[in-house]
T-cell receptor, first 113, second 112 residues
Framework: EAQVTQNPRYLITVTGKKLTVTCSQNMNHEYMSWYRQDPGLGLRQIYYSMNVEVTDKGDVPEGYKVSRKEKRNFPLILESPSPNQTSLYFC????????????FGSGTRLTVV | QQQVKQSPQSLIVQKGGISIINCAYENTAFDYFPWYQQFPGKGPALLIAIRPDVSEKKEGRFTISFNKSAKQFSLHIMDSQPGDSATYFCAALKAAGNKLTFGGGTRVLVKP
């Protein structure tokens, strides 16, 4: 089944404790992206990657890091999480230069206390 | 600054009624305008999309109307069903860079 898999689904952590949210896709998509979803703000792009070893900032990159060492994986790293990073996070992937159909993961609900 | 503005934030409609969600965009460099549907606990899923050179697109009970001069587009859900209860996001895509910009979302509740 074609899918984007995120882990974990739920995470509660304390301020300052480094964490990683994993994302993996099995569709051989070139493009991958991370979004955060907050009430009334929709989904805002954090970082994206056009291909392996090519990443760039989205609209709200502060406090986040990403890497793209393999085509299928695109982990999101919070080096020192803060309460304002409490949010619902989605990873998405798509073909580049083909259609506009992003495939989203099921989300990771992160709470930073 | 939100480049895609969506309204209303929430909507209640009776079964069989019409749900209408409106979006306006500011950047004329967008190439595609998709709508996504999101159920609780799930990620958004592509519902229907339109190119800016088309004024209307219909797929089943879902219709997008697009007004390029006004920089507005809307989603109409005809004969709304309880299973349509979800959050709907309009979006705009810049093909260069493949960036998708979302509206704030509309929570639709269809009452039986």
């Amino acid at each position: 089944e074609a899918q984007v898999t995120q882990n974990p689904r739920y995470l509660i952590t304390v301020t300052g404790k480094k964490l990683t949210v994993t994302c993996s896709q099995n569709m051989n998509h070139e493009y991958m992206s991370w979004y955060r979803q907050d009430p009334g703000l929709g989904l805002r792009q954090i970082y994206y990657s056009m291909n392996v070893e090519v990443t760039d900032k989205g609209d709200v990159p502060e406090g986040y890091k990403v890497s793209r060492k393999e085509k299928r994986n695109f982990p999101l790293i919070l080096e020192s999480p803060s309460p304002n990073q409490t949010s619902l996070y989605f990873c998405a992937s798509s073909y580049r230069d083909r259609d506009y159909g992003y495939t989203f993961g099921s989300g990771t609900r992160l709470t930073v206390v | 600054q939100q480049q895609v503005k969506q309204s209303p934030q929430s909507l209640i409609v009776q079964k069989g009624g019409i749900s209408i969600i409106n979006c306006a965009y500011e950047n004329t460099a967008f190439d595609y305008f998709p709508w996504y549907q999101q159920f609780p606990g799930k990620g958004p899923a592509l519902l229907i999309a339109i190119r800016p050179d088309v004024s209307e697109k219909k797929e089943g009970r879902f219709t997008i109307s697009f007004n390029k001069s006004a920089k507005q587009f809307s989603l109409h859900i005809m004969d709304s069903q309880p299973g349509d209860s979800a959050t709907y996001f309009c979006a705009a895509l810049k093909a260069a860079g493949n960036k998708l910009t979302f509206g704030g979302g509309t929570r639709v509740l269809v009452k039986p």
